[in-house]
C-alpha cells in the first residue's frame, strides 16, 4: 500500500489537481490516504510544502528521463531522430499516465504562482529544457542540423505542444474525432511532430 508520505502525496495530487490549492483541506488529504491529520505535518511540514513537494517530484522525474536519453551527445542523424523521438514519446506518455501534476502546474503558471514559490514550477523544467537544448546544439556541432537555428525555440515548441496535447485531450477528442491516449495514433502525432520541427512543411528544390 505504501508509506503513509506516499499515500499522502498521491492524494495531494489527484486533490490539488481536481480541487485546486485553495480547495483541497489538509483533512481531506488526510481523510484520502488513510492518516492521521497531523501527518502533513509530520512528514511535509505544512500544506504548502506538500504542494511544493508534488510540483517538484514532477519535474524532477521528467529531467531525469531527459537527462538519461538526451545526456549524451548524438552520433549521426538517425540517432539523432531516433532518441529525440524517444524522448517525445516518453515525456507524453509520462504526461498521460499522470497529468494531475500537469495541471497543477498549469494552474500556477496561469495564477502567477499564489501558492508557492515560482521556482518549484520552474526549474526543472527549465533545467529539462536545457538538457534538450544542449542535445541540439550537440547535434548543431556535428553538422546534423543547420547553423542559425535558435534552438531555444525548437526545444519550447516541442515541450509546449506536448503539455497541450495532454492539457486539451479531450477537446482534440470531441472536435477531431482522434485521442492522443490511444497508442497508433499517439506514435503517428509524435513522430509527424518531429518531422515538422527538424525539416520543415516546404518542399525544398531539387539538387
Not at 39 to 49: C, D, E, L, N, T
Not at 117 to 132: P, R, Y
Amino acid at each position: 500500500m505504501g508509506s503513509t508520505a506516499d499515500r499522502i502525496l498521491a492524494e495531494a495530487t489527484r486533490l490539488f489537481a481536481q480541487r485546486g490549492y485553495e480547495g483541497t483541506s489538509v483533512r481531506a488529504i488526510c481523510e484520502a490516504a488513510g492518516a492521521n491529520v497531523n501527518a502533513v505535518s509530520y512528514h511535509f511540514g505544512s500544506k504548502q510544502a506538500l504542494y511544493t513537494t508534488v510540483i517538484e517530484r514532477f519535474g524532477g522525474k521528467n529531467l531525469e528521463s531527459a537527462k538519461r536519453i538526451l545526456g549524451r551527445p548524438p552520433k549521426d542523424l538517425s540517432d539523432f531522430e531516433s532518441r529525440l523521438l524517444l524522448f517525445a514519446e516518453e515525456l507524453l506518455g509520462t504526461y498521460l499516465a499522470h497529468p494531475e501534476p500537469l495541471i497543477i502546474c498549469f494552474n500556477e503558471w496561469q495564477q502567477s504562482f499564489r501558492h508557492c514559490d515560482g521556482k518549484a514550477t520552474t526549474e526543472s523544467l527549465l533545467e529539462q529544457t536545457n538538457v534538450l537544448v544542449a542535445f541540439l546544439r550537440a547535434a548543431q556541432r556535428r553538422r546534423i542540423l543547420r547553423p542559425g537555428l535558435d534552438l531555444e525555440i525548437i526545444a519550447g515548441a516541442l515541450l509546449e505542444r506536448l503539455m497541450n496535447q495532454v492539457r486539451y485531450a479531450n477537446a482534440i477528442h470531441l472536435i477531431y474525432d482522434v485521442s492522443i491516449r490511444e497508442q497508433t495514433y499517439r506514435r503517428h502525432w509524435t513522430e509527424r511532430t518531429i518531422d515538422l520541427l527538424l525539416h520543415g512543411a516546404v518542399r525544398k528544390a531539387q539538387d
